[in-house]
């Protein structure tokens, strides 16, 4: 069977005219938001701040909040979430309704953590993977 990238067709010698990307209907998918292409509508961001400054708990726990927000800055919800040591590392225990199995707050902290904005200005974009400031998206 032939390689497809290896076939080339005349298309106006086998009598098929085709239509100018322009002039096309609008097809079941045009329009549609492709997330996991390049994001499209509202945002969604976070901040992670300490509770209680930045006191660690006796046994290691340190507490902390996350917020989320809309593309104009409003709270749209906030939950707990604690990082509790164990063993040969941690894990994090979240708040949130999803985190019975897993929750999207949980890969946010840890994103929030490792690039040092803890108790920062920064908001942190989900779906861009980044890290604006205020002025960036009000």
């Given amino acids: 069977m032939a390689n497809p990238a290896d076939i080339s067709i005349d298309l106006e010698k086998i009598g098929v005219k085709p239509t100018p990307i322009a002039e096309r209907p609008p097809g079941p998918l045009q329009g549609k938001p492709k997330s996991w292409n390049k994001p499209t509508g509202a945002m969604a961001y976070y901040k992670l701040v300490t509770v209680n400054g930045d006191q660690i708990q ?18 749209e919800s906030s939950y ?52 604006k400031e205020a002025s960036e998206i009000a």
Avoid: W
Wanted: charge should be positive; hydrophobic fraction near 35%; glycine fraction near 8%.
């Fill in 58 to 75: 006796p046994d290691g726990r340190q507490n902390y909040r996350i917020t989320k927000f809309n593309s104009a800055l409003n709270v």
């Fill in 80 to 131: 707990f979430i604690n990082y509790m040591p164990s063993g040969g590392g941690g894990y994090f225990d979240c708040q949130c309704p999803a985190a019975k199995f897993d929750c999207r707050h949980k890969s946010i902290m840890k994103s929030i953590i490792e690039a040092g904005n803890v108790n920062s200005e920064k908001f942190f974009c989900f779906e861009m993977r980044t890290f």
